[in-house]
């Protein structure tokens, strides 16, 4: 019931082309639901992230779609480029009850995006 | 920019072996986690850290893990005796206090290899 599921794996996508990457998770009581990005030799670092108080979080070209009934969330990439080539994590965390709980990241398989010039 | 620094950058140990990494946070954090990333698998919490005691551990974090904070700037994981499966990627993290945003600040990570 922990899990959060990414796909796809991989993805290949044209500069300025679209890239879509969604998760799906199993666990009603996460209300916070991050996407990282990480770069080789690189910790994970924030991108973008929404509570389920919302359906659509926008900034610049990066936006989280998400759906609650569906339990599903997905990161759109408009006008992608090709340094934005890196590995996209979706997560999901439980509420701040206790102080930490935000830090306690479920996250996705992941998936290694590539932009071609 | 301020940022979370990790050292060693990569440790080989043998097995049975006790490693320490070391993990020096943004200074006025006052949330701190691990987690590992085993090679090509996903990004594994293992335990956060609050006021000088342990918040919330994961199944992995067993008795061969501990970590410390023993001054005011560094934050530590030990592995007691090393196995082969604890190679991995070790990531240390912060966050803020007030507000706790959500936003996790990693480190570049150490890499563990057991030999």
């Known amino acids: 019931q922990q899990q959060v599921k990414q796909s796809p794996q991989s993805l290949i996508v044209q500069k300025g082309g679209i890239s879509i990457i969604n998760c799906a998770y199993e666990n009603t009581a996460f209300d916070y639901f991050p996407w990282y990005q990480q770069f080789p030799g690189k910790g994970p670092a924030l991108l973008i992230a929404?509570?389920?108080?919302?359906s659509e979080k926008k900034e610049g070209r990066f936006t989280i779609s998400f759906n609650k009934s569906a339990k599903q969330f997905s990161l759109h990439i408009m006008d992608s480029q090709p340094g934005d080539s890196a590995t996209y994590f979706c997560a999901a965390s439980p509420p701040n009850a206790g102080g930490t709980s935000y830090g306690k990241l479920t996250f996705g398989q992941g998936t290694i995006l590539t932009v071609h010039p | 920019e301020p940022e979370v620094t990790q050292t060693p950058s990569h440790q080989v140990t043998q097995m049975g072996q006790e490693v320490i990494l070391r993990c020096v946070p943004i200074s006025n954090h006052l949330y701190f986690y691990w987690y590992r990333q085993i090679l090509g698998q996903k990004v594994e919490f293992l335990v956060s850290?609050?006021?000088?005691?342990?918040?919330?551990k994961s199944e992995i974090f067993d008795d061969q893990f501990s970590v410390e904070r023993p001054d005011g700037s560094n934050f530590t994981l030990k592995i007691r005796s090393t196995k082969l499966e604890d190679s991995a990627m070790y990531f240390c993290?912060?966050?803020?206090?007030?507000?706790?945003?959500?936003?996790?600040?990693f480190g570049e990570g150490s890499r563990l290899t057991v030999l």
């Open positions: 993290a912060s966050s803020e206090a007030r507000p706790h945003t959500g936003e996790l600040f």
């Open positions: 850290f609050y006021n000088n005691e342990i918040s919330e």
């Open positions: 929404i509570r389920p108080d919302v």
